[in-house]
């Protein structure tokens, strides 16, 4: 039994400063990239985003990650980042943290602007929760007509959820089962 306990505390004391020096080193692959990079943090992620741009969309997924973590300040600094730069995705997950309430107190207006970025920038998704945002007026003043053709342009694309209510609303007016 103090064989274990002796192999154990050996394990728990040398694999970790093997592993943070292997992690210290490092290295650079093939694409320039860093193997064992020293900082997980939103700024690597920032300058792996001024690095490789064509690659936005694999590094912002890290911000999700980031707010899984319970890391919600860092998950907003990178999402922010990322919307900034176009990411129509991270534009809806900060809409969907501003909605919830994740990150501080609910901000249904914080929020109801990050999906009307991420629909005038053409994403189906936003635009079909942009639509209802404004129907239901929430973060905005109601406006119907104006969710009703957001709804109509992400049922254009295709969004799933667009067509149903679509369906459903001309089905409500024409009184039908």
């Known amino acids: 039994m103090m064989k274990i306990f002796l192999y154990v505390s050996v394990l ?4 970790p400063l093997k592993s943070a020096a292997q992690f210290l080193d490092g290295e650079i692959d093939d694409y320039g990239g860093a193997l064992n990079p020293t900082d997980f943090s939103w700024h690597y992620y920032q300058e792996q985003m001024d690095r490789f741009p064509d690659r936005i969309g694999t590094i912002c997924y ?4 980031l707010d899984k973590g319970g890391l919600h300040s860092d998950s907003e600094k990178f999402l922010i980042q990322c919307a900034q730069r176009g990411s129509t995705s991270a534009m809806i997950y ?7 309430g994740t990150i501080r107190a609910p901000q249904p207006v914080l929020s109801t602007q990050w999906l009307a970025k991420a629909a005038k920038a053409g994403n189906p998704i936003a635009q079909y929760h942009y639509g209802m945002a404004l129907i239901k007026g929430a973060g905005v003043t109601e406006q119907p007509e104006s969710g009703i053709q957001w709804i109509a342009k992400a049922a254009k694309q295709g969004e799933v959820l667009a067509i149903k209510h ?7 007016s024409a009184h039908c089962q």
């Open 12 to 15: 728990m004391i040398f694999l």
């Open 62 to 65: 890290n911000a999700y990650l």
């Open 94 to 100: 900060l809409a969907l943290l501003y909605e919830q």
């Open 166 to 172: 679509l369906a459903e609303t001309r089905c409500l």
